[in-house]
């Protein structure tokens, strides 16, 4: 065999032998569910406190019995608003190491796995975009009215 052929070879055998980097399932499922994550907590935290101070025993108040409620409440929303933008910000690399890893393949070398790395950055980006919306909306809301008259 020449030289010329064993190099070409073996430069074919390391294109091909060389592992992928794919997407890790922790980042894709951060990406995923960190956002509404957040916002089933700020739902969940806020309407418990507000029906607490609020509604005590089943009979409505004006004004909620913890004086504090309201510090309380936007701090709340501030931290599930930082972990919703947190897992936006990892969605949002994760399609965009996945745009880099296909950029460096020829079109026919795409398998399945790849696809999935795609697809699932999408998937994070659109789920995280959604509830993060849904994150400001409902702290525009705590701004707007009093947690006692939900």
Do not use: Y
């Not at 997407?23 to 739902?43: D, E, K």
């Amino acid at each position: 065999m020449s030289p010329a052929r064993t190099h070409a070879s073996s430069a074919a055998q390391s294109s091909t032998s060389a592992v992928t980097p794919r997407l890790r399932g922790s980042h894709a499922l951060i990406g995923m569910l960190a956002a509404p994550f957040a916002w089933v907590m700020q739902m969940g935290i806020t309407e418990a406190m507000a029906a607490h101070s609020c509604f005590p025993r089943n009979h409505p108040l004006t004004a909620p019995i913890l004086p504090w409620l309201d510090a309380a409440i936007l701090a709340v929303n501030f931290v599930c608003l930082v972990l919703g933008c947190l897992g936006a910000f990892v969605a949002w690399r994760n399609v965009r190491f996945v745009k880099r890893i296909r950029s460096g393949m020829p079109d026919h070398e795409s398998d399945e796995k790849d696809l999935l790395d795609g697809f699932l950055a999408r998937v994070g980006v659109m789920c995280s975009t959604l509830f993060l919306f849904a994150l400001i909306a409902t702290d525009i809301a705590v701004l707007i009215v009093s947690p006692c008259r939900w």
